[in-house]
């Protein structure tokens, strides 16, 4: 016999100034199975909650119904008042008569009194049906896995490596320190890239807790929530790492040069190659691509040369597995390719190249030595144009949002111009500077005034070429007049696009992504670390454009969500999820298809009765169901029904209007 | 068509600076210095644009423009300037150069906002101080229209705005010893 006890909140004025609550309890107390009714004026107060613990105890309650606000705001107090006074907290129904009734039905209170007796009546008619619930402990395994090497990757992994907490972080290419590896001075204190990067990355490579793997990629990820399961590809880099002792004298003898990437192909490297003098690990890898000996089967010079004998041109790609609990995503970002932009001459002007080719330029360990050259002379330029918003900002040939650190570095640029030639000018087209960020504005105000750098405000409409200079011709909106620059160089600031592989990386771990590739958080304001699927976070600029500073700091906050999610042995999760009654399923499958967070698996159990035949059923994994009832509204053999949310709960309902 | 880049140096910023003992590079162009001005809507580039075109080096279009002849030195700008630029400064930098270099608009307004500087500075070398009846009749004289304002000339006589008489300061010939030491400097300079 159920003994069901209503509260009806005021809220204040909130729902008490457009509900008649006295009429409403008046109407609750006529319901058949409700003992006990009363308003008060705020239910979630210290006496609110105390009125109902009492009031569990005094009556000898079964199950209780709040109308109040929404179950987003309350549902946790109220659920806590309950188990307080000995009772299963999930017996708590919540009939919301505030942004469902009072609030959206100002005008007529008749019918927002009408409602909330409906609301009710709906509340109480669940609430006989609710079952005792209780929270599934899932167990943990303490690893976590950091999926890319650039700074975020790096700062993820050392946080979490610091909490003791064993990392294994894997990395494409043959060396840690991703983009940060390739910049000159960061913004806005111009300290050098390399100098405050490498250190970080040589604790990666001592850190006791952590295991790095680079030349390594993701493949596969099973399992859910604290207990994933990571295949990962070691691809062959046909020198052991072990005896290697990184001199050298292999890649300075390979006779096959290939654009190095690093550069941004504005030099070349070897087949058997290490990235940068600082790379961590300092071991090369021959690329498999171009190696003549693994081609064709002739040459043979690197294995000729190396005095430790490394060189082992059979090795092959290797599979590992890892057991891990949570996964850090920082794949961060390519350069979006200028390619559309015809106007400015892109790949016919070979003196107009883009951001990171020039940052790569004025740094000290660049291909050219740190001072920036036409590439199709090799002479120094004096006047530098650099067009801002390429890509960015430009729904008709690239992207629409903004790329967040282009007039930071191109303010960088312009300094460091200034600073590598002392007799430049830099020229910079620009439709807004977004300088927002601590110290910032002060640094775009330097390369106004201190270098001299001339913002003219607009895009650049065309470049052509005139003799060796580059014309370029724009507006300066400032004075409402066309202006045309006689320029030596044109340094594009193209945009920072998601990493290409994003789409795939996703679909692989499960998670979802925009349409142009960004991995999508679980909230934009109050979860941006998280990801929808449980035990995944996002750091640095494959969530979206980001800085040095904010990439750093992301990381760090996945850190601390890691080992939150590792701070006990177990885990704890709601219950009100979905379970499948292998009795009635017909093994269609179609739950598996609308799952959004891949959490049912199909499986074989016997026919029964003796037979030695087998059927296909769903199984639901506990660990990653979210309770969102997707399955349950496509199974058509009604074979799946979610706790808190049960058929029969949803049909009391509809019955009680 | 504005052309750039033909030359690294802006000479002409680095002349309105020194004279001015500002940097323009400072204006960050918001243009409150335009909503600020009182005269800005009869210039035909504002105190904004000036900024930039100084900014630009684009001396000619500067020195043509009639902005700084406009310019009643009243610094409500500067009082409102954001980066703390003393306008004022600069336009009357801009006035100097313009004579100095000897190319400045011949429209008539221009022609007539000279004469009046001309014929205050007489007064001043006259008198120690303005003498505004007699600067009225020489500037109505000499820019051969007698009759200008002659209709307020009534109202001002009667509420006393304009006295008829001048008195010189203690000694004019103070006055004009200073004045030829300023001359003397200039040519020196």
């Known amino acids: 016999m159920a003994r069901v006890g209503v509260f009806v909140c005021f809220c204040g004025a909130n729902i008490g100034d457009f509900v008649d609550i006295p009429a409403v309890v008046e109407e609750t107390k006529k319901i058949k199975d409700v003992k006990y009714a009363i308003e008060y004026k705020y239910v979630c107060s210290d006496p609110g909650q105390q009125m109902i613990r009492d009031t569990i105890v005094d009556h000898r309650l079964t199950s209780i119904v709040v109308a109040a606000c929404s179950p987003r705001m309350h549902e946790k107090t109220f659920r806590k008042a309950l188990s307080d006074a000995g009772m299963n907290p999930y017996l708590l129904e919540v009939a919301n008569i505030r942004e469902h009734a009072s609030w959206v039905h100002q005008k007529d209170k008749e019918a927002a009194t009408e409602k909330s007796c409906d609301l009710i009546r709906m509340a109480v008619a669940k609430s006989i049906a609710n079952e005792q619930l209780h929270e599934i402990s899932v167990p943990v395994t303490k690893r976590a896995l950091v999926i890319g090497g650039g700074i975020a990757g790096i700062q993820a992994a050392l946080d979490i490596a610091d909490a003791r907490i064993p990392v294994t972080l894997v990395e494409k290419s043959p060396s840690i320190g991703g983009r940060m590896a390739q910049l000159d001075e960061t913004f806005p204190t111009l300290d050098c890239s390399q100098c405050i990067l490498t250190p970080r990355m040589v604790d990666v490579a001592s850190h006791p807790y952590i295991e790095l793997l680079p030349y390594s990629e993701v493949t596969e990820l099973d399992g859910y929530v604290g207990n994933y399961k990571a295949k990962i590809k070691k691809k062959a880099s046909f020198v052991n790492f072990d005896t290697c002792t990184g001199c050298g004298t292999c890649w300075q003898k390979c006779p096959v040069k290939v654009p190095n990437e690093f550069n941004m192909g504005v030099d070349k490297r070897k087949a058997i190659y290490s990235p940068f003098p600082q790379a961590v690990p300092n071991k090369p890898v021959i690329d498999a691509e171009h190696c003549t000996m693994l081609i064709k089967g002739k040459c043979g010079v690197c294995a000729k040369v190396c005095e430790k004998g490394s060189i082992d041109y059979e090795m092959k790609d290797e599979m590992i597995e890892r057991e891990i609990g949570a996964v850090v995503v920082a794949t961060g970002f390519d350069l979006w390719d200028p390619k559309p932009y015809e106007e400015y001459g892109v790949g016919r002007f070979k003196d107009v190249i883009t951001s990171l080719e020039f940052e790569r330029m004025v740094s000290a360990n660049g291909p050219t030595g740190g001072v920036p050259v036409r590439p199709s002379d090799g002479n120094v330029p004096k006047n530098v144009v650099f067009i801002k918003c390429v890509g960015s900002r430009d729904e008709a040939k690239g992207i629409e949002y903004c790329s967040k650190v282009c007039c930071m570095y191109t303010a960088k640029h312009a300094i460091l111009l200034h600073h590598k030639v002392h007799d430049s000018h830099a020229y910079v087209f620009y439709m807004d500077i977004r300088a927002a960020g601590k110290g910032y504005e002060e640094f775009v105000k330097r390369a106004q005034v201190e270098t001299g750098a001339t913002y003219l405000r607009g895009r650049v409409s065309k470049i052509y070429k005139k003799g060796d200079k580059l014309m370029v011709i724009g507006e300066d909106a400032q004075i409402g007049q066309v202006v045309e620059v006689e320029a030596d160089m044109v340094v594009l600031a193209t945009a920072i696009y998601p990493y290409k592989d994003n789409p795939d990386l996703a679909r692989l771990l499960g998670i979802s992504y925009d349409k142009y590739g960004f991995l999508s958080e679980a909230h934009p304001k109050l979860r941006p670390v998280e990801t929808a699927k449980a035990g995944i976070f996002l750091a640095g600029c494959t969530q979206a454009p980001k800085d040095i500073p904010d990439s750093v700091a992301q990381a760090s906050a996945t850190a601390a969500k890691v080992c939150a999610l590792f701070s006990g042995d177990t885990m704890k999760k709601d219950p009100m999820i979905a379970s499948v009654n292998p009795e009635f399923c017909s093994g269609c499958e179609n739950c598996v298809s609308v799952c959004p967070y891949q959490a049912i698996v199909t499986e074989e159990i016997p026919m029964g009765h003796g037979s030695e035949e087998v059927r296909t059923v769903s199984k639901i994994n506990e660990g990653v169901c979210q309770g969102c009832g997707s399955c349950v509204a496509i199974c058509r053999s009604m074979a799946i029904d979610l706790a808190g949310f049960t058929d029969m709960q949803i049909i009391n309902e509809i019955v009680a209007i | ?189």
């Open chain 2, 1 to 189: 068509m504005i052309k750039l880049g033909q030359q690294i140096e802006n000479k002409f910023l680095e002349a309105v600076n020194n004279k001015s003992g500002n940097n323009v590079l400072d204006c960050y162009q918001c243009g409150k210095c335009v909503g600020t001005c009182p005269v800005s809507d009869f210039m035909d580039y504002p105190p904004r644009e000036i900024m930039q075109m100084i900014k630009l080096g684009l001396k000619d279009e500067t020195y043509m423009a009639n902005s700084m002849w406009f310019c009643l030195t009243c610094a409500a700008c500067s009082g409102r300037c954001p980066r703390e630029i003393n306008i004022p400064y600069v336009m009357e930098s801009i006035r100097h150069l313009a004579i100095e270099e000897n190319e400045y608009s011949d429209s008539g307004k221009v022609k007539q906002i000279m004469k009046f500087h001309e014929i205050f500075i007489d007064m001043v070398k006259r008198y120690g101080r303005n003498y505004e009846l007699r600067m009225m009749a020489e500037f109505n004289i000499r820019t051969r229209n007698l009759f200008k304002d002659m209709h307020l000339a009534p109202k001002a006589l009667l509420k006393g705005k304009i006295p008829l008489g001048v008195k010189k300061v203690k000694s004019t010939k103070a006055i004009q010893r200073m004045f030829k030491m300023a001359e003397k400097l200039e040519k020196t300079q």
